[in-house]
């Protein structure tokens, strides 16, 4: 399997997401049968190390197809991204995490919800773990799941961050996803109560934040060197960015069928349209660019071996939060050039503005807190918040 073959088999799949979208609404979660393809094309063996039978591919064509299956559909493309990377992020964890689980199946699809939501108290081989948590993106569809909580630190009174990973069957899904864009995500609430994880499932996050865990060490591929923010910032912006491509194109396509109201004049025949056109075309193609060019930085850091400056992990956030941001009003200007009819549920245009306009809140996008850091960090001033 060459990542090529992976990337046209994403392309086979996204008439299909684009087929099921108004259903994955419908049900607010991704269409059972949508699922199952993807799970037949492979896609999630594209971050699981070659030693359990994965690929080991590279972030920029994993863009690639983030873009593709999001001009199919946003949501369900927002799913599959994230699930492939969890894998990534399984490959991070000691060696004994991975035998245990990658030894037993060839990949999982798991929710990752990190917020410090839950509490982890130590007993004997592990830890009983308590928590409720939003936003499990991947629940709907997951044999695992990933969960942040608190959990004492030798040597520290602060505690630390861990990544804990639960049997989906431990956990209860709570119906909370009602939202009025990627409402096809199905990231409903995930709780646990008093669950035993055992000491190997669980990792520090402050590890993996800048590119020193385990995994690093277990794996030759420097991929799991990378810095793990950026890392999911871009599994996040790859389907805003192929769901703000799609919209240029219906906008281009519409242009040759449009009347102007009140004329006798298609709307492709009108100069304002065409300049319109032009722009969002170069806007597009440029945004295309600067996440391939993110992909490779963040690869850059993974193939030093080193581990990845606060700064740079505060830069990269900026970068990738513009990068959403302009999708985002791409979108919004081909929305506002396309007449009443564009607003219509069975146009796909307004889905797609639903989806980048709730979307882009994700806390990874916000560009408040992160230009924040990033700025004091480039004036010698300690963090005030996590990045």
């Known amino acids: 399997m060459q990542e090529q073959d992976l990337v046209e088999r994403a392309r086979a799949l996204a008439p299909m997401l684009a087929e099921y979208a108004r259903q994955a609404e419908a049900e607010r979660k991704p269409v059972d049968v949508v699922m199952q393809a993807i799970e037949?094309?492979?896609?999630?063996?594209?971050?699981?190390?070659?030693?359990?039978?994965?690929?080991e591919f590279s972030l920029e064509t994993f863009m690639d197809i983030g873009m593709i299956l999001g001009e199919g559909c946003v949501s369900t493309a927002w799913v599959t991204t994230f699930c492939m990377e969890h894998n990534w992020l399984l490959g991070l964890y000691n060696q004994e995490?991975?035998?245990?689980?990658?030894?037993?199946q060839p990949y999982i699809i798991a929710p990752g919800a990190l917020a410090p939501n839950g509490t982890a108290t130590p007993v004997e081989g592990g830890y009983k773990v308590t928590g409720r948590w939003e936003w499990g993106t991947g629940v709907m569809h997951s044999d695992?799941?990933?969960?942040?909580?608190?959990?004492?630190?030798?040597?520290?009174?602060?505690?630390?961050?861990?990544m804990f990973i639960i049997p989906r069957d431990e956990a209860e899904v709570i119906d909370t996803?009602?939202?009025?864009?990627?409402?096809?995500?199905?990231?409903?609430?995930?709780?646990?109560?008093?669950?035993?994880?055992?000491?190997?499932?669980?990792?520090n996050i402050t590890e993996m934040r800048d590119g020193k865990c385990p995994g690093a060490k277990v794996h030759d591929s420097p991929i799991y060197s990378m810095p793990m923010l950026p890392v999911l910032g871009l599994t996040a912006a790859a389907p805003m960015v192929g769901g703000a491509r799609k919209a240029v194109q219906i906008f281009n396509d519409r242009l040759s069928e449009r009347f102007v109201y009140g004329t006798g004049s298609?709307?492709?025949?009108?100069?304002?349209?065409?300049?319109?056109?032009?722009?969002?075309?170069?806007?597009?193609?440029?945004?295309?660019?600067?996440?391939?060019?993110?992909?490779?930085?963040?690869?850059?850091?993974?193939?030093?071996?080193e581990p990845c400056p606060a700064v740079e992990r505060a830069k990269l956030r900026v970068r990738i939060?513009?990068?959403?941001?302009?999708?985002?009003?791409?979108?919004?200007?081909?929305?506002?050039?396309?007449g009443a009819h564009a607003h219509f549920?069975?146009?796909?245009?307004?889905?797609?503005?639903?989806?980048?306009?709730?979307?882009?809140?994700?806390?990874?996008?916000?560009?408040?807190?992160?230009?924040?850091?990033?700025?004091?960090?480039?004036?010698?001033?300690?963090?005030?918040?996590p990045f």
């Not at 695992?144 to 861990?162: I, K, N, Q, T």
């Not at 993110?294 to 850091?301: K, P, Q, Y």
């Not at 503005?353 to 480039?378: A, K, M, P, W």
């Open 177 to 203: 996803w009602n939202t009025a864009g990627m409402v096809g995500t199905g990231s409903n609430d995930i709780a646990v109560e008093d669950v035993f994880v055992p000491s190997r499932r669980v990792q």
């Open 40 to 55: 037949d094309a492979d896609l999630y063996r594209y971050f699981v190390p070659k030693k359990y039978g994965g690929f």
């Open 144 to 162: 695992w799941v990933m969960v942040g909580a608190l959990m004492p630190v030798e040597g520290s009174d602060a505690p630390g961050l861990g």
């Open 321 to 338: 939060g513009s990068i959403v941001r302009e999708a985002r009003d791409i979108v919004r200007d081909a929305m506002e050039a396309s």
């Open 97 to 104: 995490a991975q035998d245990d689980i990658f030894g037993k």
């Open 266 to 305: 298609k709307q492709g025949e009108k100069p304002a349209a065409q300049i319109r056109l032009g722009m969002l075309r170069e806007r597009i193609e440029s945004l295309e660019w600067k996440l391939k060019a993110t992909a490779r930085e963040v690869t850059e850091w993974g193939e030093r071996r």
């Open 345 to 385: 549920l069975d146009n796909p245009m307004q889905r797609i503005l639903r989806d980048l306009n709730t979307g882009s809140c994700h806390t990874v996008f916000d560009l408040d807190t992160s230009s924040e850091q990033y700025g004091r960090l480039l004036l010698g001033l300690e963090p005030n918040a």
